[in-house]
């Protein structure tokens, strides 16, 4: 009798950075359910009972840059994101790698990796002074969202690595893409 030994597929590192991303993401889009339920809640409040609150106007701004800054992140994992696509459509799949490939390195990194520098000193000096909210009935903690900024950005810029090994495959060893969602 003989032992028939199976073997766990391999999976090339960007596919592990994408399915994470894809997994944050999908829990971050929660988010987005939150910030209806404050919007129609708050609405409520000023048009039937005539009183808006100030926190919950503070919180849907906040929950609506966590939905968009994080949702960066899923965007171009998943190509996604906007482009100007007056050719790009009609490349190969070797040329669309090339042109992404020195896109997010010389355009698209440089500028994430900017906002990272900056925005880190941005978000930590708000916590060492432990900032809120500037009306007296806002919200505290005014840190957690500004650190959503460098987080963010981070996660991005994880994205695009993903995105340039994978293009580098593709240029290497031909179309890799299999399917258009790549980190589920």
């Keep these: 009798m003989s032992k028939v030994l199976y073997s766990t597929p391999t999976y090339p590192l960007y596919f592990h950075i994408e399915r994470a991303i894809t997994s944050a993401s999908r829990f971050l889009a929660w988010t987005n359910l ?18 808006g609150q100030i926190t919950l106007e503070e919180l849907q701004w ?8 994080f949702g960066t992140a899923y965007a171009q994992v ?7 696509d007056i050719f790009y459509h009609k490349f190969s799949e070797r040329k669309k790698a090339l042109v992404d490939l020195f896109g997010l390195s010389l355009l698209a990194i440089p500028f994430v990796v900017v906002v990272i520098l900056h925005s880190y000193d941005f978000a930590y000096e708000s916590w060492r002074v432990n900032e809120s909210s500037a009306s007296p009935s806002g919200l505290p ?27 580098i495959e593709t240029l290497f060893k031909g179309d890799t893409s299999q399917g258009e969602h790549h980190g589920s």
Excluded at 34 to 48: D, E, H, S, W, Y
Excluded at 62 to 69: G, I, K, N, P, S
Excluded at 78 to 84: C, E, G, I, P, S
């Design 62 to 69: 906040h929950l609506y840059a966590t939905a968009v800054m």
């Design 78 to 84: 998943n190509n996604l994101h906007v482009r100007v």
């Design 34 to 51: 939150a910030l209806v339920l404050v919007i129609i809640t708050q609405v409520v409040l000023r048009k039937v009972f005539a009183n």
């Design 141 to 167: 903690y005014r840190w957690l969202i500004k650190s959503v900024i460098p987080l963010s950005f981070c996660l991005l810029l994880l994205s695009m690595v993903a995105r340039i090994l994978r293009n």
